[in-house]
């Protein structure tokens, strides 16, 4: 059973558009249950629609409509439940719909196609025996339903853009023009994009190949037949190698290989989709995905497992294919960067001044990839799951970080629309520019300091010319994550000086070293099921201390006659690991001494982003010069909400009452001890959230430099007063979603709006 639905999956994933993946469902579905009649109606706003059937009248596809309330089939969808009748037609709700030559028909089973809670519509199977259907085929239909929900979705947006691909072509013609409908993803970091999409992929994964026009179409076909023939001579090579190693009957395979290669079935057919004027990647993506269809559907096992085969083919001509290309992606001007899971090293292939976005269909708001374009004052969106990437490069693509709506070949009152908030947003950021040099001080004298979150020597300048007071969180971890080795003491050292030397006599934060969870190093690879919450951060460098040692002789050293270093120490869950830490740091420190250096001890900090930390923060701050408040990961352990999983992101909020009451209790227990607390986490760059964070009376907000110049606005437009009756409204307010409507109702009213919205 678990096969045939794998294979159904496939199948439908495989499809071009949702006209395709529908006729796929209701064929498979009708012959692998033995039924009748198999159809798929979706609903659209308040009625659902016939879209595909394979065993009732073909001709009533599309007319067949049942509003809301009105037949069997929209009962299933209101109460979003399997209905299992021996004889439909003895139902009180059942409607006959002659079209549909259905009257023969008796037994019906429908059960709703659900995608995040919505109804996307109802699979329907008929018999025409008077008999309910099977528990096991109620569950079968069940888990079909299921599992498709997700392919539809991508299917129905995937036809959408071939359609407006064409309809982009008519409104050229002067035809009529579409109304564009948004993808939703998820806000990843404020700004709007607008531009054309470049899709970016992870060398040698077929599947994520866009398609691409190309102009010169023999020069296309040669680069093809080159990176064929290179593989042909690597199979050739290989074989020969084996030669002693394998008998005679298992190297047979590669000369199997080598006839798929240079067969019609597989080049000459890649050769035609050239010549229609894709380029050799896309047309080999497309010819590869199409053998993988057929070899898929094969009942037998040991042809099914072919398809692998044609995959690694594929892989390997693309792997030539790309060797060539890699370097020749031609930037246009606001270029938003599109794919499946954009790396931080992605995002650097593109020249700064030509990047206008970001839209990744993996990761959320706290993802690396979303605080590097925050840093960098881009739009991002994340978490379009329903994005498909492989259509759109090219297209002129509008991303709103605001909400995380995507327009595709957005209609002209679309553009219009954005181009207006884009320049509205430009205005609303030269007037912000406007307050670098002024305090970050409340109507009524409270200041708090406004840090800046780097990790990247080229934020370096940006976030000086900031008006920044210095850094609060430097990750360390950037360094190490860009080369394919532990940096050297010496090469930490340089680094660590730049930093502070540029910022002095600002304060500059260096984190202690926090891999693991989701950053890894190349060179220090770690396979865990459960990464975050397995060897992280302190965990990880207390266990090599010799990697803790070199690191903060590096900072210590580097600070030497600047004294503006303070180093902060991530994901302590324990108090033996603090003074573990702690014990190492003096050591370090009195070591130097000895060697006669200038040094003086640094303060030294908590990151609190652990929920047992929350709870031991007094006897931390006991210990320590200072505290900071990672929300990110605190967020995240506090909710049980992977940060970067854009299945469970609506349920990840900072502002989530259980996240603001452990701050509190945070302030509180240092206020005991006399230690001030800091933000670094993403939230304090929020300006909602920032409001909050200032009235519990927090002494610094660290944020990446493009949310510091809102931030300033908010507090430099409030009284500490109001800020505190806000708090207290806010604290009788019992979910993250009514704490956020709550605040942006009151920025609205005092007129602060732009700051969380597109627009101004
Ligand atoms: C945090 O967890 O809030 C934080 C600032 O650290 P990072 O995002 O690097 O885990
Ligand atoms: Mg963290």
């Not at 409607?95 to 809670?117: N, Q, T």
């Amino acid at each position: 059973m678990l096969d045939i639905l794998r294979r159904i999956v496939q199948e439908v994933n495989l499809a071009n558009d949702l006209e395709q993946a529908l006729d796929v469902i209701v064929r498979r579905v009708k012959s692998v249950m033995n039924v009748d009649v198999a159809s798929v109606f979706l609903k659209n706003d308040d009625e659902y629609v016939l879209m595909a059937t394979d065993g009732l009248n073909q001709d009533a596809i599309g007319k067949v409509r049942m509003k809301e309330g009105v037949g069997l089939v929209s009962l299933v969808g209101q109460r979003a439940e399997a209905l299992n009748l021996a004889d439909a037609s003895e139902n009180p709700r059942f409607m006959r719909f002659p079209e549909a030559s259905e009257e023969k028909f008796h037994g019906f089973l429908g059960v709703p196609i659900i995608h995040h809670r919505n109804v996307l519509g109802v699979l329907v199977v008929q018999s025409s025996a008077i008999q309910k259907f099977s528990q096991d085929d109620e569950t079968f239909l069940i888990t079909v339903a299921a599992q498709l929900a997700g392919a539809i979705v991508h299917a129905e947006a995937s036809g959408g853009i071939s359609g407006l691909k064409q309809e982009t072509k008519a409104k050229k013609r002067g035809e009529k023009e579409h109304q564009s409908r948004p993808i939703h993803g998820l806000p990843g970091a404020p700004g709007v994009a607008m531009g054309t999409a470049i899709v970016m992929y992870p060398p040698a994964d077929i599947n994520a190949i866009p398609d691409r026009q190309v102009e010169d179409i023999e020069k296309e076909i040669q680069r093809f037949d080159q990176a064929v023939e290179s593989v042909v001579e690597d199979i050739k090579a290989l074989s020969a190698r084996l030669k002693d190693v394998l008998p005679e009957e298992d190297r047979a395979l590669f000369d199997v290989y080598l006839l798929m290669l240079n067969s019609q079935a597989i080049s000459g057919i890649t050769r035609d989709r050239i010549r229609e004027g894709n380029w050799a990647a896309g047309a080999l993506r497309q010819t590869i995905q199409e053998h993988e269809k057929v070899f898929h559907e094969m009942e037998d096992s040991y042809l099914r497992e072919r398809a692998d085969d044609v995959r690694d083919l594929g892989r390997r001509i693309l792997k030539y294919l790309q060797q060539e290309n890699r370097d020749k992606i031609d930037f246009p001007d606001n270029t938003v960067l599109v794919g499946e899971d954009i790396s931080a090293s992605m995002l650097a292939e593109v020249p700064a001044e030509k990047l206008a976005g970001v839209i990744s269909v993996r990761g959320s708001r706290t993802s690396h990839v979303a605080i590097l374009a925050r840093a960098m004052g881009i739009a991002a969106v994340m978490g379009a799951t329903d994005l498909p990437v492989n259509r759109i490069d090219g297209l002129q693509v509008v991303a709103d970080g605001y909400s995380g709506r995507i327009f595709v070949a957005p209609s002209e009152k679309i553009i219009d629309e954005f181009r207006r908030l884009i320049d509205e947003e430009a205005a609303l950021s030269d007037e912000l520019m406007e307050l670098r040099d002024l305090p970050a001080q409340t109507e009524d004298g409270i200041e708090i300091s406004l840090l800046v979150n780097s990790g990247l020597l080229s934020d370096i300048t940006p976030s000086l010319q900031s008006g920044a007071e210095g850094i609060g969180l430097y990750r360390t971890e950037f360094p190490f994550m860009e080369r394919t080795r532990f940096p050297s003491e010496e090469e930490q050292r340089g680094i660590y000086r730049q930093v502070m030397e540029s910022f002095h006599p600002r304060p500059v934060t260096l984190r202690t070293l926090d891999v693991g969870g989701d950053k890894a190093l190349p060179y220090f690879p770690i396979e865990e099921d459960n990464p975050f919450l397995g060897w992280r951060g302190i965990r990880i460098t207390l266990d090599h201390p010799e990697i803790f040692l070199v690191q903060v002789r590096a900072m210590i050293s580097a600070s030497e006659g600047l004294d503006n270093l303070k180093i902060l120490l991530p994901m302590i869950s324990d108090i033996t690991e603090l003074n573990d830490a702690l014990g190492l740091i003096h050591q370090v420190y009195g070591e130097l001494l000895e060697e006669g250096k200038q040094v003086v001890m640094p303060e030294v900090g908590v990151m609190i982003e652990v929920p047992s930390a929350v709870y031991q923060a007094g006897n931390l701050s006991r210990r320590v010069d200072f505290l900071s408040i990672g929300t990110n990961d605190l967020t995240q352990y506090l909710l049980a909400v992977d940060r970067n999983n854009a299945r469970v992101a609506s349920l990840y909020d900072s502002l989530h009452p259980a996240v603001i009451r452990a701050i509190l209790q945070v302030v509180e227990s240092a206020r005991v001890h006399n230690k001030p607390v800091s933000v670094c986490g993403e939230m304090a760059g929020d300006p909602v959230a920032a409001l909050l964070l200032l009235a519990m009376g927090i002494d610094s907000l660290s944020m990446s430099v493009s949310s510091l110049p809102r931030v300033k606005w908010v507090i430099r437009n409030v009284t500490r007063e109001r800020a505190r009756q806000i708090l207290s409204e806010v604290l009788l307010i019992e979910d993250a979603a009514g704490i956020r409507q709550y605040l942006a109702n009151t920025f609205e009213k005092a007129g602060m709006g732009g700051l969380v919205r597109a627009g101004n």
